[in-house]
């Protein structure tokens, strides 16, 4: 399968605990976006890389929440201090770059990490 | 208010029914525009972009309104496989983000 991954595809934890979520984009796309979901509602932006550089974070986006794509390729966003609020499904996005038109700005979404904070 | 906004349904119609949504969005500097869609407990898939001059894919019609600020997607012949929910999303120039707006929830029936 060649499409964006997400690991884990679940996670449980415990209100305070820390948790990391890593994003495989597809190969050679350099775009990569994280959003949040929650039920009823559409996937809301929290932040966008272009190749490692970080271009974009939304200001919804509290400290405790940090990203990072060191190499270009792979992607991972952290939550520190979970809390119940915190509880969606985190979804990992990415589109190629370079291209004419608007296959540029298509996003291909992963399955997504679904947390609980308990 | 929210920036991109829909009716979030549900719609429910008899399967070969014609449907149609919209969407409005309140940034005049909005640039790009999609539907996507997306089925239960699964991840978004683009459905198609909004062009300028309305496009259509099949059996589904998209347009967009600059002047009113909005835009709509039309299924004609509706099948029991289009039950999903159709989320309208919009960027603005100079900006990376991406607004989604609800999404719309469409169910056919036998």
């Known amino acids: 399968d060649t499409g964006v991954s997400q690991n884990p595809r679940h996670k449980i934890t415990k209100r305070g605990q820390n948790v990391t979520f890593r994003c495989d984009p597809i190969s050679e796309h350099n775009r990569l976006y994280w959003y949040r979901q929650t039920l009823g509602q559409g996937p809301e932006f929290l932040t966008y890389f272009q190749n490692e550089a970080q271009l974009e974070k939304s200001r919804l986006l509290s400290d405790r929440f940090s990203a990072e794509r060191p190499k270009g390729s792979f992607s991972t966003l952290e939550i520190q201090r979970t809390e119940q609020g915190d509880s969606a499904m985190y979804l990992c996005?990415?589109?190629?770059?370079?291209?004419?038109?608007?296959?540029?700005?298509?996003?291909?979404f992963g399955p997504g990490t679904r947390l609980l904070v308990l | 208010r929210k920036e991109v906004e829909q009716d979030p349904g549900p719609f429910n119609v008899p399967e070969g029914a014609t449907v149609a949504f919209n969407c409005t969005y309140s940034?005049?500097?909005?640039?790009?525009f999609f539907w996507y869609r997306q089925d239960c407990r699964k991840e978004p898939k683009l459905l198609m972009s909004?062009?300028?001059s309305g496009n259509e894919d099949g059996r589904f019609t998209a347009q967009l309104n600059r002047a009113s600020q909005y835009i709509s997607l039309l299924i004609r012949d509706s099948k029991l496989s289009d039950s999903a929910t159709y989320l309208c999303?919009?960027?603005?120039?100079?900006?990376?983000?991406?607004?989604f707006g609800t999404g719309t929830r469409l169910k056919v029936l036998a």
């Open positions: 940034n005049s500097a909005s640039q790009s």
């Open positions: 996005a990415s589109s190629p770059s370079g291209l004419a038109g608007w296959g540029a700005e298509t996003q291909y």
């Open positions: 909004v062009y300028s």
């Open positions: 999303v919009v960027k603005r120039s100079g900006t990376y983000k991406y607004i």
